[in-house]
């Protein structure tokens, strides 16, 4: 089965063909960084103009790459929620458009749902496994038991760990976007530089409220022009990192799962992945997806279309949701 999975949730427009949910033929993305960086995040009525000028571009640009023809497509996908409304919607129009035209039929996905999908492309990964995603908006550890089988088993109460990254390198002044930078500056710090806390919480929990003051608290210890910037990073970066890991390992455990994967652009982080990766000297199997498919993409959400698709009577009926 060939699907062509469309991205608009925040500021990356994607288009994608993947067949059979693994296979990816193409992935075209264009990123709307560059353009968002003057105002230090993302502005979502820009962002969404910027999607209107770019979907029919990108979807041109997959079926060159893919060398495939539109009648060729055996479903249209496109990523229904959660994100920012104006932008979800462009997405959502294209795809249904192109079904309706095509005769082809039309497959919602949940944007979540869609990261932990780009752990089955190019991998012959199955359920049942645990599934940490971390990404701007979101901070979950996930029971995937099934492909369309999903129970969230714990979430943060305040941030999501994207949100203090980019939180903490402002008060750093690093630039947009933040977190990125901070995390290649905690390659030239010490984690042992300072001690931040891990926040008790409930088991169900994450909270990181604290540490983001700690940070603060911290920082304004020094002039700005002496502030040591790459030993908060690595410092900080440790602490999230073993409060992600400890909590996900002890899931696992508790449910005798021997296979752990990170989902989400926060899946990129170098440290996060390292520590997933000792784990397999624990006797876990460990996982995460490729670089260019943790961040926003549409392979994802093909993938997601294929295994994982939105369940309705009529699917032309859904409209996008703006948190979930």
């Given at each position: 089965m060939i699907i062509l999975g469309l991205e608009s949730s925040c500021d990356e427009t994607a288009c994608a063909i993947v067949k059979d949910g693994r296979e990816v033929l193409c992935n075209v993305v264009s990123s709307q960084i560059k353009i968002h960086e003057k105002f230090g995040g993302v502005v979502p009525e820009v962002a969404a103009r910027e999607h209107l000028n770019s979907i029919n571009i990108v979807v041109k640009e997959a079926?060159?790459?893919?060398?495939?023809?539109?009648?060729?497509?055996?479903?249209?996908?496109?990523?229904?929620?959660?994100?920012?409304?104006?932008?979800?919607?462009?997405?959502?129009?294209?795809?249904?458009?192109?079904?309706?035209?095509?005769?082809?039929?039309?497959?919602g996905a949940n944007h979540l749902n869609a990261h932990v999908s780009a752990n089955f492309i190019n991998s012959d990964l199955k359920p049942p496994f645990i599934c940490l995603l971390v990404s701007g908006g979101h901070t979950q550890i996930i029971s995937v038991e099934?492909?369309?089988?999903?129970?969230?088993?714990?979430?943060?109460?305040?941030?999501?760990?994207?949100?203090?990254?980019?939180?903490?390198?402002?008060l750093c002044s690093i630039p947009y976007p933040g977190g990125i930078l901070l995390d290649k500056m905690a390659h030239d710090g010490s984690k042992?530089?300072?001690?931040?806390?891990?926040?008790?919480?409930?088991?169900?929990?994450?909270?990181?409220?604290?540490?983001?003051?700690?940070?603060?608290?911290?920082?304004?210890?020094?002039?700005?022009?002496?502030?040591?910037?790459?030993?908060?990073?690595?410092?900080?970066?440790?602490?999230?990192?073993?409060?992600?890991?400890?909590?996900t390992k002890y899931f696992a455990d508790k449910l005798g799962y021997?296979?752990?994967?990170?989902?989400?652009?926060?899946?990129?982080?170098?440290?996060?992945?390292?520590?997933?990766?000792?784990?397999?000297?624990?006797?876990?199997?460990?996982?995460?997806?490729?670089?260019?498919?943790?961040?926003?993409n549409a392979a994802m959400v093909a993938s997601c279309a294929y295994f994982n698709p939105i369940k309705t009577d009529n699917s032309l009926m859904l409209e996008v949701f703006s948190r979930g």
């Open positions: 079926y060159e790459k893919a060398n495939i023809s539109p009648n060729e497509i055996d479903a249209f996908s496109s990523t229904v929620g959660p994100g920012l409304v104006g932008c979800l919607l462009v997405g959502l129009n294209a795809a249904k458009t192109l079904s309706l035209v095509y005769d082809k039929p039309y497959l099934d492909y369309d089988k999903q129970t969230i088993l714990a979430q943060t109460i305040d941030d999501a760990v994207g949100e203090v990254y980019d939180k903490v390198a402002r042992d530089a300072f001690n931040f806390p891990q926040a008790k919480v409930k088991e169900d929990e994450f909270s990181f409220s604290g540490l983001k003051t700690a940070v603060l608290r911290e920082v304004k210890k020094f002039k700005p022009d002496e502030l040591p910037k790459a030993d908060i990073a690595a410092s900080f970066q440790y602490c999230i990192a073993d409060t992600l890991i400890k909590k021997k296979t752990i994967v990170l989902a989400g652009g926060v899946a990129a982080n170098s440290e996060l992945r390292k520590r997933l990766k000792e784990l397999e000297e624990k006797g876990y199997k460990t996982q995460a997806p490729e670089l260019k498919y943790c961040t926003d």
